[in-house]
Structures are given as C-alpha cells and as structure tokens.
C-alpha cells in the first residue's frame, strides 16, 4: 500500500511562490511522526496534491520542481516513480529512482495555466505498485509577462470649449492578460503621458476629464492626449501600455463679431434704382457655423430711409442696397451708423459680449445725366367744348435737372392725338385746342407729351396729360323716338295713352333735364302731364275721347335746364280707334267711312260732282273721235291737230302741288301755321327766346282743311304727312 506520496520541492528558496507552499509543507511535516495503515484515509484526504512551477522560468538545466517519495521507499532502490499524464515524459520528467520532477522548458500561464499528473511508485523488480497511484496538479504560478493593451484605441472625442474643469471627454479602458486573482500584475493604473495640462486621467477609471478652464478653439482646436495604463498599480518594475485620444473642442458662440474698419466708404450713382447694390460689409466672428451667424441693421433713420442692409445666403455679409430713389441734386452723400450682431446668442457666454458692432458707412451720391423732369407726375387739364381753334387748353412745363437753365422743347406724340386737335408751343409747352371739341363725341383726350432736352435730344422724358372737355349745353332736347299711338274711343276720361321719353344729350345734370308741355286749355283733345324725370304721360283729359277722325297731332314742347335753356317742339300723333271688347283695335278709320247709309252731304257732293265730271269727259271724248272722223273724210283739206285737246291727267296726289299747295304742311313757318292758342303757351320765368325760332320742326302740326270737291284725306303711313287725294284714286 501506498503510505504517502510526498512531493517535496527541494528547492524553493528565493521563489515568489514560497509564501503559497509553506502550509502544505507544514501539513506534510506534521503527518510524519508514524504513518500507520489505519491514518492513511486520513492522510489522503490533505490538500496538497499541487504544486507549483513559476511561468517564464527557465535555466541552462531542467529545473527540478518537485520530488515523489513514498513511505514504503526505504532507500533501497526497490522503489520506481512514474509519471504520466498531462507533459508527462516531455514537460515534465521524473527520475525513477529518486523521484525528482524536473521541467524541460519554459512554462506559460497565458497558454496553459495547469497540469494534471498522475504519480505512481512501483516495485522495481516486478513492477507491483507499491501504493496506488496519486493524482496531482502542477500549477503554473504567474508572473507579470503581459502589458495593458488599449483594445479600442486610438480614441476620439469632441468637447466644447470653454468648457468647466472636470468636465468629461472619454472613458478609455487596458486590458492586461495577466491573472487578475493573483498578485498586481493586472492592477492597472491610468496616467497622462502628453495632453498636460489640458486633460487629466482618473487613474483606476481611465475616465478623461478637462483640467484646465476656459479651453478656447480658436486658439487650438485638437489635442492630442496620451494615456498610458500600467500594471503592478503603478509601482516600478510594472508593464506599461498607452494610447492617444484626438480631443476635438466644438465651438461655442464666444466671440462677438466685429468689423475690421471703423469706417467703410461707399458710391453710388443717382440714377441707380431701388436694389442696386452698393457695396458689401463683413463683420469678422472667429466662431463657426451658426455660432457666426450675423443680422445687420442701419442705425441712422436718414440711413434707413434711402438704404437698405441685408443679409447675403451665407449669413454672413451685409448687402447695403438702394431703398429710396437717390437724387444727386438734392443730396450727395449719406453717412449712417450699421449694426451688426450675432443671431444666435449663448447665455452662458454674455459677459464675454456684447455680440454685436457698429461701424460708421459713407455713401457717395454720383451725378448721372438725367432726362427732363415734368413738374407734375401727370397733368389734368380742361377746356369747353364749341371753343374756337387756338383756345388755351393749359401749359406743361419741365425742367432739365442737370442744368436748370438749359432750354427744353416739348410736342405732342402723335399717336396720343391721331385726329390733331390740340398744339403745344415747343419752347413754353402751352396747349391750345386745334380744332372745336364736342363733349358729345369724346370727353377724354389722354395726350403723351415728350420734353427733350436741346442739347441732348437722347434725354427725354414724357408725361400723360388728360384734356378733359367740359360741357356746354349745346344739345336742345327731343323726343327718345317718334310716337304713333291709338286712344279707344271708349276710352275713359284720364286714360293713359302713352309715356312720352324725352333725351337730351348734354351731360347729366340742369343741361340734360328736361320738361315736356303739351296743349292746355279746357277744350283741349289730349293733356300731356310732366313726369319731371325727363318723361311725360299722354292722357285724355276729363271728358271723353274725341270723335274719331284723322290721326290727332298732338304738339308736345320740351325744354331743358341748362344755361342758357334750348328747347324744341315735337308732335305726337294719337288715332282714335273703335275698339273690340278686349282691347284690340277694330278700326281707326273716320266715322263717316263707316256708314254707307250715313254719306255726308259733302261726300254725296263730291260723288255726283265725279260722276258728272266723268260723264261729260265721256261725252267730249266722243264728240272728239266723230270730229276726227269726219275731218280724215275730208281728205285731209285742214289740219287739225291743233285743236286737240288732250285731258287725260290724273289727280296729282302728294306731288299734284297745284291741286293743293303742300308746302302749308311741310313749312309751317312759310305757310303761316295754325297761330297755337296763347293761352296755351308755357308759363316759365326762364322761357328762352330763342325758343320760337329753334324750335322750328318739319313735325309741327298742320291745321286741317277741307279738301277740294273730288277729295279727301289721305293720311301717309308716317302720319306726319296728310294730304288731299282724288276719291277715286284710292
Ligand atoms: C384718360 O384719363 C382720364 C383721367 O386720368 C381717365 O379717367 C380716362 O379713363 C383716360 N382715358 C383713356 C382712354 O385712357
Ligand atoms: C340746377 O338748377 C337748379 C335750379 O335752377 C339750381 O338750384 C341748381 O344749382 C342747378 N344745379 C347745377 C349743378 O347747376
Ligand atoms: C279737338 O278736336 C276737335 C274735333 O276734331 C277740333 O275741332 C278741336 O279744335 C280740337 N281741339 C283742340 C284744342 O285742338
Ligand atoms: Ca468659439
């Protein structure tokens, strides 16, 4: 049986793994005073099964490491130790008589931090175990071989500069492959190698951290920092690993922008419009992006009232441009005061501020040749109408800004006046009509007028001039259209017959409104009643229709309000018709015509005057031809064709003017008209008295008359004209 497999380490002094193998020695020591078979289980059961071998170790020799011995072994040379198991015979040998362990090489923990082995002794003879085999471990003690490593190195990290002190950047971590559970070869340490004084390094965290304040970017932008990890916490004779971290500062709005010149100087030539650029100004901000962002503004109200600041698409210059039309004769130069500040403004960093400044700007105003310039932006002028050619109409006038004194000539473009009736004096630019205007045919004449200067016909300027033709009241008034109507004849008193309009084409106001006047008197046919809205209703008057007979003319006078008033006369005819029950005309004819057996005597006259007339043409013609007869039997012996009378005319109607003299119809005032009663006669304070002689119309009634035997009244289809016809022509 086996007593004990003892492993001694022969040699241990001065190894760092003395502390670790004293308690199995002491326990081994202990066990020695009389092993008996019956404390064997006992003693089988001590941990001390394993030893030790320092990593990395090595010498010219194999390095003994340990030594088996058993009880049974009395030093005879009976006894054979044998190895197996992990490195057994390469790793590891063993000296079969003495049982000393040595190692062949170099151990490393990182590879392989552990041996199993299986220790036997056997009798040498017959090779009987004499104890049953033990198994034990040799571990590979560590030694501190590997340095931290920065796995995710190189790092990079962004801060904002200005940052407080402490202010985190980064985490940097080593990894040490060491063994962490034994000794310090893995207790890393951090430090700052480079990056002082900026950056500082917690040293068990590898937390990176700001040190110093008021880190500015636009002094420097990137660090470069160097950690470095070390093991054996840090003390002398410990690994050492490092790796850099890019620290980048982010910018802050901390610097408020600033014009390089206090004073920038600026031209501009008067004629430039609204818009024209005059010049760009740039406040200077160190900063970046939005943190340099600028809003500018003119300070001076002169300033910002004849130009404009604006922001280009960078956000960064200031545009100055036209606001007002410059004029050099009036001003020549500008001088203001332009802001410019920071849009986007931290709080944190005000008292480094203001963020804002202000430079002074001169602008320049450059005379420029200008065109003439009309007094007025555009002229209204007005004249009557029915003015005699050369009437002053009005004067334009303008006048050359670059030399007052220098002469201007003016004329009308043509195509503004195409039917020339107005003239301008080219030196002064009066306007005078050229011809006599009507309101009535066109009230605007909307002329363009150019002025040149003489000297430089290229400097022209023109201007709307709008002649407005005032009105006179030259349009007298008269009926909206003629009117032909028909009154039932049983019509009661009062009866509306008709609405009369009347027109006059003068502009709306007195010389345009008019009253109308028809007969008066008691006996009067047909009453005319003013509207006063420039029309008037034709009514029967307070007793009934009169007889029926030739169409009534009815003279109706209108007269307007104008000054001085023109009037005129005009005529309505009214037929009195027999009506059927509903309304509707059944004849207009005279009452006479309508009875056969009621024949007036004057009718039954003028038919047997006819008839007579006839007969005794018939009994002349006859006489005649026998006459005619007689002398061709005669042989011709006379002639007598001068005493044949031929009578063989008809009744001349309208053009018969020997028959009846039709020029009293036409011409009432040759004819010596029917006088109109005076009573009838408009009673009006402002009566023109020209009146009688403008009125004056070919419509004017005629009286009636009795027509000569073998006539009658024919009444044309216009109703302004009747006449006396042969009876039987019709
Ligand atoms: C002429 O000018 C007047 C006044 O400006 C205006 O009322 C009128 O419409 C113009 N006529 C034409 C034809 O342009
Ligand atoms: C029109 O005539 C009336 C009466 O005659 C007068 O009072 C008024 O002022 C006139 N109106 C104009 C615009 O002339
Ligand atoms: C009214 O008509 C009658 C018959 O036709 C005529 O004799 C008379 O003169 C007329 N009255 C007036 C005022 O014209
Ligand atoms: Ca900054």
């Known amino acids: 049986m086996w007593g004990l497999v003892r492993v001694l380490l022969a040699w241990l002094g001065g190894w760092g793994c003395m502390g670790h193998l004293a308690a199995p020695a002491r326990a081994w020591a202990g066990s020695r005073g009389g092993p008996r078979p019956g404390l064997l289980r006992t003693r089988r059961s001590w941990v001390w099964n394993q030893f030790f071998v320092i990593e990395e170790y090595a010498g010219p020799e194999p390095v003994l490491i340990g030594k088996l011995h058993s009880d049974v072994d009395r030093g005879e040379g009976r006894t054979k130790y044998l190895l197996t198991g992990e490195g057994a015979g390469t790793v590891f040998v063993i000296d079969e008589a003495t049982g000393n362990i040595h190692v062949t090489k170099r151990l490393d923990r990182e590879e392989k931090a552990q041996y199993v082995l299986l220790a036997q002794a056997v009798d040498r003879a017959s090779d009987r175990p004499l104890e049953p085999p033990s198994e034990f471990i040799i571990k590979v003690q560590d030694i501190n071989d590997n340095p931290p490593i920065f796995p995710l190195g190189p790092y990079h990290a962004t801060v904002p500069e200005m940052s407080n002190v402490g202010t985190s950047v980064i985490q940097v971590t080593a990894h040490d492959a060491d063994d962490p559970s034994y000794g310090n070869s893995a207790k890393l340490v951090y430090t700052v190698l480079d990056g002082l004084p900026f950056f500082s390094v917690d040293p068990q965290t590898g937390v990176v951290r700001t040190a110093i304040p008021n880190m500015d970017r636009e002094t420097q932008e990137e660090f470069l920092v160097v950690i470095q990890a070390k093991d054996m916490g840090g003390h002398m004779g410990g690994l050492s690993g490092s790796t850099t971290v890019t620290v980048t500062l982010s910018d802050v709005n901390d610097n408020p922008p600033k014009f390089p010149q206090s004073l920038y100087q600026f031209s501009v030539v008067e004629t430039a419009g609204p818009g024209t650029l005059v010049g760009r100004l740039r406040a200077q901000d160190p900063d970046l992006g939005d943190n340099a962002l600028m809003a500018y503004s003119i300070l001076d109200r002169e300033g910002s009232e004849a130009f404009s600041i604006s922001i280009d698409s960078q956000g960064q210059d200031g545009l100055l441009t036209v606001h007002k039309a410059l004029d050099f004769e009036t001003r020549r130069s500008y001088s203001f005061h332009v802001e410019a500040t920071n849009t986007l403004i931290d709080p944190a960093y005000l008292r480094r501020g203001p963020f804002k400044d202000v430079a002074s700007v001169r602008v320049a105003v450059q005379d420029a040749p200008e065109p003439p310039a009309f007094t007025q932006a555009s002229y209204h002028l007005a004249v009557p109408e029915n003015k005699a ?90 009926l909206a259209e003629p009117y032909d109507t028909f009154v039932c004849d049983s019509a009661a008193p009062g009866q509306l017959i008709q609405v009369i309009q009347a027109l006059d084409r003068d502009e709306v106001g007195n010389s345009s409104r008019v009253s109308l006047q028809g007969p008066l008197g008691p ?197 302004l004209t009747s006449s006396c016809r042969e009876e039987f022509s019709a």
């Open 389 to 478: 050619p050369g009437t002053l109409v009005g004067q334009v006038s303008a006048l050359d800004l670059d030399s007052p004194a220098s002469p201007i000539r003016y004329s009308i473009l043509p195509y503004s006046d195409l039917e020339r009736c107005f003239s301008i004096e080219p030196e002064d630019g009066t306007i005078r009509t050229a011809v006599p205007l009507d309101r009535e045919a066109r009230v605007w004449h909307n002329l363009t007028v150019l002025a040149t200067e003489l000297d430089s016909s290229a400097q022209a300027s023109r201007v709307q001039v709008a002649v407005q033709t005032l009105d006179e009241n030259d349009n007298a008034p008269q």
């Open 523 to 719: 006996d009067a046919n047909f009453t005319v009643q003013d509207n006063r809205d420039g029309s008037a209703s034709l009514l029967l008057p307070s007793h009934p229709a009169p007889p029926r007979q030739a169409p009534y003319i009815v003279p109706i006078e209108l007269w307007d309000w104008g000054q001085p008033a023109l009037s005129s006369t005009a005529t309505v005819t009214v037929s009195v018709c027999r009506c059927r029950v509903d309304g509707s005309v059944a004849s207009c004819r005279p009452e006479a015509q309508l009875s056969p057996a009621g024949l007036s005597t004057g009718a039954l006259l003028a038919i047997v005057t006819c008839v007579g007339t006839l007969l005794a043409l018939v009994v002349l013609f006859v006489a005649l031809r026998q006459q005619k007869q007689e002398a061709l039997m005669a042989l011709e012996e006379e002639d007598v064709r001068e005493n044949i009378i031929t009578y063989d005319d008809e009744g001349g109607g309208e053009e018969d003017t020997e028959a009846f003299d039709i020029t009293a119809l036409q011409n009432p005032d040759g004819a010596a008209p029917p006088a109109p009663d005076p009573r009838a006669r408009p009673m009006r304070e402002s009566e023109p008295a020209a009146s009688q002689g403008e009125s004056s119309s070919p419509d004017v009634a005629a009286s009636l008359e009795l027509c000569p035997a073998g006539q009658r009244w024919e009444v044309s289809s216009t109703l």
